[in-house]
């Protein structure tokens, strides 16, 4: 969570639309809904997709979509194409990333562990989805 000073520094860069950051996330998360990424979507993806997705659009596609996981694939899915990270502009990539990021920790927020972490016999560090 950010403290104060650093959401009034967030909230304070605004573009040439009005939004700020934390308001582009939130329409492209709304975007990503309407298109399919429906919390029911999201919540059969439990191998860290949407992660991966945010970490390939965050660094801008080239290097991560290469680069392999510790079970040797690509973090890009491979019945995506890869066009789709080369369109965006950077700061659309970034904004796409940001949505993606929020769609998992949502999905982790909503996940089956969350009885355990109440009853406090394991942290929100040990759990492993």
């Known amino acids: 969570m950010l403290d104060l000073d650093e959401r ?3 909230i304070g ?8 950051a934390l308001e582009m996330i939130r329409d492209e998360r709304q975007r990503q809904a309407a298109n399919g ?3 029911e979507h999201d919540d059969s993806l439990t191998t ?6 945010g970490a390939c659009y965050a660094v801008g596609s080239v290097h991560l979509t290469q680069a392999l996981d510790a079970t040797g694939s690509s973090y ?3 019945d995506w194409n890869y ?4 369109g965006p502009t950077r700061l659309r990539q ?3 990333a940001g949505a993606f990021i929020v769609a998992e920790i949502e999905r982790l927020q909503r996940a089956r562990p969350a009885e355990l972490v109440a009853d ?3 942290g929100l560090d040990e759990i492993q989805i």
Request: glycine share 10%.
């Open 37 to 39: 990424f429906s919390e």
């Open 48 to 53: 860290g997709l949407l992660a991966q997705l």
């Open 8 to 10: 009034n520094r967030v």
């Open 13 to 20: 860069v605004k573009r040439t639309d009005g939004r700020d």
């Open 76 to 78: 890009w899915p491979s």
């Open 83 to 86: 066009g789709l990270l080369e």
């Open 94 to 96: 970034l904004v796409i």
């Open 120 to 122: 406090h016999k394991i």
